[in-house]
């Protein structure tokens, strides 16, 4: 009660954020840091929970982000696993991090919290308030807020937006299911992206540490290309771990995730009239190996830096919001529209075809396969790699 007098005595607010995911809480933090008042709505009870991601990332993109290193464990191997191939890349400077997802959002709450902005846990956006075709707040279970703008924040659901008449939708989706495990016997320097029908039809499995004896193991698919349920695959995986080379004896599991995340291209309109989209929402996030946090945070901050001024200047329009999208599609478009390119078609690929490209793989070079991994996919390694490789670099475009 005595946070929800303190929330209503601020009451209207510059922005209102529906969701404290990694975009709303980054969001959040820029928006709070220029001065502006922020509420941020959560409907669950605690901040990065429940988990719907496995976590996998890049430390020089943590780095670049401020997330402190206690909060990633890194790995200095990655396995490529097909049905019968595998290629191996080795870091002597660890590369792939895999994030306390837990504790790196509440870092991020915590980073929000001390900009300024408020946070409202167990509280549910149910629809925005539109009048006269400009959104004027949220509406919840049991009441109504005023502010002059609001952020969808809620991930792939895009709750606002779509009740805005800004966005139909996503049709096709990864869809992922996790043990995260207590293995005291797994190596902890180690990360498997597994593919082919035995364990992730359509999509690919993971075996990511991440600290402690702690280890998460997961499959991820791809909906509509497959109807397959990634649970009917999980416990497989964990059961035949042995013949990938992982040493899962004596684990057991002491949480299960589940999650989806939008695998289409980003939409076509990320801000309306007083509304603003970001992160999975309205497809911040690289749909070649479902990476989506680093993606968030970065939405996030560029939101929250055109928002800001934007307020100021008491024009909340989209004509004032849109150089958002602008500058996303700037920086990232190509790069992810590339990777829907490839997801779409990689998807379709059998066991066969999995194996000959696990080969091609063995020609990447550790930092290049990373580059890869990290959807850079028009950076410089590419064109060294085309100079010395062109012969194979082709008939990978024409195996896509």
């Known amino acids: 009660m005595i946070f929800r007098l303190a ?45 719907r991601t496995s976590g996998g990332t890049f430390i020089e993109e943590m780095q670049k982000l401020g997330i402190p290193e206690r909060l990633y464990h ?72 005023r502010c002059r703008l609001v952020i969808d924040a809620t991930g792939y659901r895009s709750a606002l937006l779509k009740q805005a008449g800004l966005d139909p939708g996503f049709q096709r989706f990864g869809v992922g299911s996790e043990y995260d495990m207590y293995a005291p016997r797994c190596d902890q320097d180690e990360a498997l992206l597994i593919v082919g029908s035995r364990f992730a039809p359509s999509g690919y499995g993971w075996i990511l540490p991440w600290g402690r004896g ?13 109807r397959e349920n990634p649970d009917d695959y ?16 004596g684990a057991q599991p002491v949480e299960h995730h589940t999650g989806l995340i939008p695998s289409e291209r980003f939409v076509e309109k990320f801000a ?45 329009s ?34 066969q075809k999995w194996d000959s490209r696990t080969e091609f793989l063995k020609l990447l070079s550790p930092d290049q396969f990373a580059e890869a991994m990290k959807t850079n996919l028009r950076g410089r390694w ?6 010395t490789r062109s012969r194979q670099l082709a008939e990978a475009a024409g195996w896509l």
């Open 7 to 51: 929330i209503m005595d601020r009451m209207p607010f510059d922005a209102i954020i529906a969701g404290a995911g990694p975009a709303g809480l980054s969001a959040a933090a820029t928006l709070a840091e220029r001065g502006c008042s922020v509420l941020v709505l959560e409907q669950n009870h605690e901040i990065g929970s429940p988990i």
């Open 74 to 145: 890194p790995v200095s191997r990655i396995r490529f696993v097909s049905p019968k191939n595998e290629a191996r890349f080795e870091y002597s400077i660890p590369r792939l991090g895999v994030l306390d997802v837990r504790g790196a959002f509440q870092f991020l709450a915590e980073k929000a919290i001390g900009a300024g902005a408020q946070i409202r846990l167990c509280t549910r956006v149910t629809q925005p308030i539109v009048e006269d075709d400009f959104v004027r707040g949220v509406k919840l279970q049991t009441d109504e807020l």
């Open 214 to 226: 702690r280890v998460r193991v997961g499959v991820g698919v791809i909906h509509p290309d497959s």
């Open 234 to 249: 999980l416990d497989k995986l964990v059961a035949e771990s042995g013949r990938l080379g992982v040493d899962l004896k």
């Open 272 to 316: 309306g009239d007083g509304i603003l989209g970001i992160g999975d929402a309205v497809g911040n996030a690289s749909s070649l190996v479902g990476e989506g946090i680093r993606w968030a945070i970065y939405a996030g901050r560029m939101a929250g830096e055109v928002a800001a001024p934007a307020l100021a200047k008491s024009d909340v």
């Open 318 to 351: 989209r004509r004032a919001l849109v150089p958002f999208e602008r500058s996303w599609r700037k920086k990232f478009g190509t790069d992810l529209s590339l990777a829907h390119n490839i997801n779409q078609r990689i998807a379709r690929w059998d066991d």
């Open 382 to 387: 590419l064109w060294k790699f085309a100079a």
